[in-house]
């Protein structure tokens, strides 16, 4: 079992900057390909990012890049997001989440990869 904790939420004037941390239970953080995704009212839950095990490969959609960088501390069993210039657009609850079956390198996502989620933390770009 891997137990996920997300914090770091809040609400920002438009422009502003948050990090988000996830901290994981267990050992083997290592060996888990790490995603966040988020999901707006009404909205399906979408990927934001993604990183490898090691943090050798990392994804991001297309609207995220250049704003937002994920990034691990494998030592500390934590992933973060760090989300600057944050636009109203960006109002959601952020979930990171873990894939324990990734391959080396791999970035997996889809959210049928991911087995663990954490509760989510809520994020607000204010106008």
């Known amino acids: 079992q891997v137990q996920l904790v997300e914090s770091g939420g809040g609400s920002v004037q438009a422009g502003g900057s948050l990090r988000l941390s996830c901290a994981a239970s267990g050992r083997t953080f290592s060996r888990y390909a790490m995603g966040w995704f988020r999901q707006a009212p009404g909205k399906e839950r979408e990927i934001v990012a993604c990183i490898s095990r090691s943090g050798g490969s990392t994804y991001y959609v297309d609207s995220m890049k250049g704003r937002f960088t994920i990034s691990r501390d494998n030592a500390k069993n934590t992933v973060y997001l760090q989300m600057n210039s944050l636009k109203p657009e960006d109002t959601a609850v952020y979930y990171c989440?873990?894939?324990?079956?990734?391959?080396?390198?791999?970035?997996?996502?889809?959210?049928?990869?991911?087995?663990?989620w954490g509760q989510g933390t809520q994020v607000t770009g204010s106008p």
């Open positions: 989440a873990a894939d324990p079956d990734a391959v080396a390198g791999g970035t997996p996502r889809a959210r049928y990869n991911y087995d663990y």
